[in-house]
């Protein structure tokens, strides 16, 4: 039984922020995820914007928390090596009638302190392929990697001494005299406080200790992809008028870091939180929606989709939009709820740690760390270095001129710093995340086995424990032809 003071329930965005925030403190803390690795739910399936604050209700956390999280964003990026660019946005009103919703947008985003609001003429924007009436411009919007984001707070919390413990579910929580017991997978462990970032699974954190007095309702969003051919496509962000109706922004057009552009996220509620699946005739509606903004995306455009689970605290019925719940169980001291942390999540998520830290330190008494690393060193990646930079290095190293991902140049070197990682994640997907490879066109086809070679061989990971992404997805049954001592 280990004796921590903090335990965090997730390791999603806003588990590896608290983490992060924590770790400037001396305080023994650890992160509980029962994926493989950090960002295995909301965090790594998302838009991957970062947020103005036009859209939350002044008085709101959300708008509070969105507002604060973007104005840090460039730092932490620029320390912790996860790239942010400013494209901004656009929110397009197709008539006149729409136009009166992008006055109300700009209020909202003045109320909250947004800079740089300005209602251009429909000829005004600078999007070629982009017909409207009018449009809001939002300059302070900007695009991340969502997944590059949560492992990059989640590495400098490890460097920094926060114990991440990775396939490992929180089963019970039990209210001691001086804190909690907390039963998982891995076996049990104590901690004064517990944070529940469990996103999804917020209720069922709750209820192990007290009864709910909320309900979560999972909304799916699907996306398709785009492939980098068509990047010119638009050159910031495109939205529509909020869907009031549900709670959601509706489906934008959004260019990414790496060069594709992205369509959606559908609304849908559903029963089961897990059903993450991406449907044809989703597919059929996305396009067609973005279609309305911009009519020259053809069908071939698209490569790839996939889906992200909204954690929502407001029904269809009752419009599906309701404000972060970020307190102390109602009726358990010591617990500290986060509860629906749905979009502006990511853009919330560094201001949303700092909260969370404050109301730790009514409890705990916080003294800064004399040692504490806010930098994160992360190398240039070697698709992106001069010719002369990548010589250097394979004459120093010949594992640097080995390629391994053809189609994203990623070199021997690469995967096994991203094999290193502090955190001790090893799946596939792990790699795929920090360096790219099998992110490319051919989706892992060529590079597959040369990472299993590299897991086998220099990891001494054997290929039956070996997963693509979680923990119940092995790659492989066994050897063919093995050897039997029988
Ligand atoms: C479709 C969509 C689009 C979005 N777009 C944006 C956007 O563009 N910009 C923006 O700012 N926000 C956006 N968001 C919101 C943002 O993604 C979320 O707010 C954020 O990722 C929530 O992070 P989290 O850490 O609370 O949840 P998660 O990332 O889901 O993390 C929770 C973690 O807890 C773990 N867990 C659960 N139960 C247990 C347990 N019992 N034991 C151990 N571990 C457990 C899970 O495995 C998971 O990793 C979007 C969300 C969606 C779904």
């Given at each position: 039984m280990k004796n921590f003071q903090v335990a965090i329930i997730g390791g999603g965005v806003i588990g590896s922020a608290i983490a992060r925030e924590l770790s400037k403190y001396k305080l023994d803390v650890v992160v509980f995820e029962?994926?493989?690795?950090?960002?295995?739910?909301a965090s790594k399936a998302n838009s991957g914007v970062v947020h103005s604050g036009i859209n939350s209700a002044p008085s709101s956390l959300k708008a509070r928390f969105c507002v604060e999280g973007n104005k840090m964003f460039q730092s932490l990026a620029d320390g912790l090596g996860f790239p942010v660019r400013w494209v901004g946005k656009c929110v397009i009103a197709k008539n006149e009638e729409e136009l009166s919703e992008l006055k109300r947008l700009k209020q909202v985003g003045m109320d909250n302190s947004v800079p740089g609001l300005e209602i251009k003429d429909g000829?005004?924007?600078?999007?070629?392929n982009v017909s409207c009436h009018a449009a809001l411009w939002v300059p302070t919007a900007g695009i991340t990697l969502p997944y590059e984001f949560t492992i990059a707070l989640a590495e400098n919390a490890a460097e920094n001494n926060v114990k991440f413990l990775l396939e490992t579910k929180v089963t019970g929580l039990k209210k001691q005299k001086n804190g909690f017991l907390i039963k998982t997978t891995k076996g049990d462990f104590n901690s004064e406080i517990v944070v529940n970032a469990a996103g999804l699974n917020c209720r069922e954190i709750v209820s192990m200790l007290e009864e709910p007095d909320f309900q979560v309702y999972p909304c799916r969003g699907e996306y398709l992809i785009l492939d980098?051919?068509?990047?010119?496509?638009?050159n910031s962000m495109i939205y529509p008028v909020p869907v009031k109706e549900l709670g959601v922004l509706g489906v934008h057009i959004t260019p990414t870091i790496e060069g594709n552009i992205l369509l959606g996220p559908s609304a849908e509620f559903i029963d089961d939180a897990e059903d993450k699946r991406t449907t044809k005739e989703m597919m059929k509606t996305l396009l067609k929606e973005a279609r309305e903004i911009i009519p020259a995306i053809p069908d071939k455009a698209v490569i790839n989709a996939y889906s992200g689970m909204r954690c929502k605290l407001a029904s269809l019925k009752e419009g599906g939009w309701a404000d972060y719940q970020i307190e102390e169980g109602k009726q358990t001291p010591g617990l500290i709820n986060l509860l629906g942390i749905e979009s502006p999540g990511l853009t919330a998520a560094p201001a949303i740690a700092k909260e969370v830290t404050k109301m730790i330190s009514q409890s705990i008494k916080l003294k800064t760390k004399n040692n504490f690393k806010s930098r994160r060193v992360k190398g240039k990646r070697f698709s992106e270095m001069t010719p002369q930079e990548q010589s250097i290095l394979i004459k120093k190293d010949d594992r640097w001129g080995r390629i391994v991902c053809r189609c994203e140049h990623v070199t021997e070197a690469e995967v096994i710093e991203a094999l290193s990682n502090p955190l001790g994640a090893r799946t596939l997907s792990s790699v795929k995340y920090r360096c790219r490879a099998g992110m490319g066109r051919c989706q892992g086809g060529f590079c597959t086995q040369h990472i299993v070679r590299i897991m086998e061989g220099q990891f001494n990971i054997d290929v039956k424990d070996m997963k693509l992404k979680s923990p119940d997805s092995n790659l492989f049954y066994g050897r063919t032809r093995e050897v039997k001592d029988d």
């Open positions: 029962m994926g493989s690795d950090v960002a295995s739910g000829s005004e924007i600078n999007e070629s980098k051919k068509y990047r010119s496509l638009v």
